[in-house]
């Protein structure tokens, strides 16, 4: 249980959690208590965390939290990618400030490559690598965090 509650802290969803009557044996779902959207990314981020893989792949795993939430979330997987490796997708801004290494993407193929002090390519039509996320966001980007190697 102890490895529950530290992914659940880590993922920023151990409060709500032990707030609950219930606590980590509530049922959600169907049959138990409805989740916000926040909440869901955040028990799927604990259930990433508690496998403790050297890989976790996270697409758009923090779209649905507030900018707040979400600066806690990044600060806690930012502070694990010294353990593994961070790939998160996502086309918000705020979530790519901390990654080591930015990729945009158009139709499957790379086309951008930089890292988060500006060391990329420029491209005028998207304003650079993080640039790509405003107007009519054309690309998807992919970010990792750090790698172990």
């Known amino acids: 249980m102890e490895r529950v509650q530290e992914a659940a ?4 969803i151990a409060d709500f959690i032990e707030g609950r009557e219930g606590g980590y044996e509530e049922i959600v779902g169907e049959r138990g208590i409805r989740l916000s959207g926040g909440q869901r ?3 799927g981020i604990a259930r990433a965390l508690y496998k403790r893989a050297s890989v976790i792949v ?3 795993a923090t779209s649905a939290l507030d900018n707040s939430t979400e600066k806690e979330v990044m600060a806690a997987i930012e502070g694990l990618s010294h ?3 961070v790939i998160l997708i996502a086309h918000r801004l705020s979530t790519l400030e901390k990654c080591d ?3 945009q993407l158009d139709q ?3 086309y951008q490559e930089g890292d988060r002090h500006g060391d990329s390519p420029t491209n005028s039509a998207t304003g650079g690598v993080v640039g790509a996320t405003g107007g009519t966001d054309p690309a998807i980007v992919s970010t990792s965090i750090r790698s172990t190697g």
């Open 9 to 12: 802290r880590l993922a920023q």
């Open 58 to 60: 996270l697409d758009e």
């Open 41 to 43: 990314q955040r028990i």
């Open 108 to 110: 499957g193929q790379v």
């Open 101 to 103: 290494r930015i990729f």
């Open 83 to 85: 353990q593994l490796t």
